[in-house]
């Protein structure tokens, strides 16, 4: 069965500091991969999708995640974290339903 | 374009009482999910209905938990009797038909305590 895995429930960086939050998954086929945000009290907002196009997609807000087969990886990354970075991360992995990962709290420091 | 609706937002029960929510998807969505995030976890799929058709209710706990999609649109989520358990944000998202995975649209969720 497919599943993520994402190391870390909570990640605090410094403003302006690199944001990189791990995701592993685990998946028989090619596997769909998607990184949501969640702010407080809001539902979950897509950042970005890989469908087995270019391994190395952008999304929004700056945020930017690799596929690599051999690692079995999706880490979600952004050259400079912004105080507005600061939510709830999730790595999912679909081919007919959807299974998110436990999220990452991002913490950013003034 | 209007975003996928949910109501209640907030909803405080004593357990065994009864609860329903509503959700209205995006126009034109014919996949509607629901799912259920407990407090630190990821969110859990309840149900995924097809038009007003279930595809997958293989995780609803069908004892206590339904769900329905009478025209296709529109759809509620009830749960009869609650347990103190069932205290979670429960989300729905609407998505566009097809085959492959496709992108879920969110709404904000409504959050129920159970005490």
């Known amino acids: 069965a497919q599943s993520v895995t994402q190391l870390g429930s909570h990640v605090s960086v410094s403003e302006g500091a690199l944001v990189l939050l791990r995701c592993n998954y685990s998946s028989s086929v090619p596997p769909y991969l998607f990184w949501y945000v969640q702010y407080p009290n809001q539902g979950l907002q897509l950042l970005l999708k890989y469908t087995s196009a270019a391994t190395l997609v952008k999304g929004i807000n700056g945020f930017e995640a690799e596929f690599k087969k051999s690692e079995t990886s999706f880490h979600l990354t952004k050259p400079s974290a912004h105080m507005s970075d600061a939510a709830e991360y999730f790595c999912?992995?679909?081919?007919?339903?959807?299974?998110f990962g436990a999220g990452t709290r991002l913490t950013v420091k003034p | 374009e209007a975003g996928v609706a949910q109501s209640p937002r907030y909803k405080i029960i004593e357990k065994r009482q009864s609860v329903a929510f509503w959700c209205n998807p995006i126009s034109g969505h014919a996949t509607l999910y629901w799912y259920q995030q407990i407090l630190g976890q990821g969110p859990k799929l309840l149900i995924q209905f097809q038009n007003n058709g279930v595809v997958d209710d293989s995780q609803l706990p069908k004892d206590r938990f339904s769900a329905e999609r009478l025209k296709g649109v529109d759809s509620t989520l009830k749960i009869q009797p609650a347990k103190l358990e069932d205290s979670a944000v429960y989300l729905c998202?609407?998505?566009?038909?097809?085959?492959?995975?496709?992108?879920?649209?969110f709404g904000p969720g409504t959050r129920l305590t159970v005490t």
């Open positions: 999912a992995v679909s081919d007919n339903d959807m299974r």
């Open positions: 998202a609407s998505s566009i038909s097809g085959t492959g995975p496709k992108e879920q649209y």
